[in-house]
């Protein structure tokens, strides 16, 4: 496995490369979740395409007073696990490599920016928008795969690949789950142990809410129902509870006539996490 720390190594590394070459681009402190992203990757790669990881805690998606000082990191861990899924290369550059002190230049889903957790976190989706967009212009990809429990990023991604025409495929990988339902996410080793013993009521929220509106609930009360099923548990702050059409994000009222998706922010003390399912109503019988 190669590891690039600088753009100039990992470009001249790429310029090598003729088969399809796909990205993983992750924040370290690597789960079974990541993993599982690395293994859909090989997959679109094919044993003669190259996967790529990087690892980089962008510090333009975090607003001020977020964790990027406390964002877990394990370098080392995270290298040994890459090395061992097969993983070709890894691109691990430091913040000063990436971004130019002059650097004036953003990239920015207007719209999607602005709703949902873009509302909770200003600012957020532009720094990961353009981060992204980095990574695609150093180490241009052929696909690059994201995880599903991002679902309004992998939606700006999506958006801003069709909107800015960049020649890259983008891939969703299922959520990756704990036993106990609780979604895989870097941020969950800092939960305490009350609180991660309390953070499974994200997934069983979603559980309840996917049984609810098979019997036909509106998504207005479907929503009621998820938010005081997740205030009843008294160490969860609940940030926002939204159901949306699960294609382009909009807001849905009344019945849920197309498939739409329950996003879920919760702190757990300064622990952000998210979670959401998709709902896929059953059409009527004739
Ligand atoms: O999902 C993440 O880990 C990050 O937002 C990403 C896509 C690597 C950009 O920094």
């Known amino acids: 496995m190669q590891l690039c720390r600088t753009k100039a190594e990992m470009r001249a590394l790429r310029a090598r490369w003729p088969g399809p070459v796909v990205l993983v681009p992750t924040m370290g402190f690597l789960h079974a979740g990541h993993l599982s992203l690395m293994r859909m990757a090989r997959e679109r790669a094919g044993q003669g395409g190259q996967v790529v990881a990087s690892i980089f805690v962008n510090p333009t998606q975090f607003g001020p007073g977020e964790d990027f000082a406390s964002y877990p990191r394990d370098a080392e861990r995270d290298l040994d696990l890459l090395r061992a899924e097969g993983v070709d290369a890894v691109f691990a550059p430091e913040p000063g490599e990436v971004y130019d002190p002059e650097a004036q230049t953003i990239v920015e889903t207007t719209e999607l920016a602005k709703t949902l957790i873009g509302k909770l976190r200003p600012g957020h989706f532009r720094g990961v928008a353009t981060v992204v967009t980095k990574l695609f212009n150093i180490i241009r990809p052929d696909a690059a795969v994201f995880g599903e429990k991002d679902y309004q990023q992998l939606a700006v991604i999506r958006t801003m690949v069709r909107d800015l025409d960049m020649a890259v495929e983008i891939l969703g990988a299922p959520i990756a789950r704990e036993a106990d339902g609780l979604a895989m996410s870097s941020r969950n080793v800092r939960l305490t142990a009350a609180d991660r013993a309390a953070a499974p009521i994200l997934s069983r929220a979603l559980d309840e809410a996917e049984t609810m509106a098979a019997t036909g609930l509106t998504a207005s009360r479907l929503r009621a129902h998820v938010r005081a099923t997740l205030e009843a548990e008294p160490r969860a702050h609940v940030r926002s509870v939204d159901i949306r ?32 399912r998709v709902i896929v109503p059953t059409p009527e019988e004739p």
């Open 245 to 276: 059409d699960a294609a382009t994000l909009a807001p849905v009222s009344g019945g849920l006539a197309r498939p739409a998706v329950i996003l879920l922010a919760v702190s757990f003390g300064s622990v952000f996490l998210i979670d959401n």
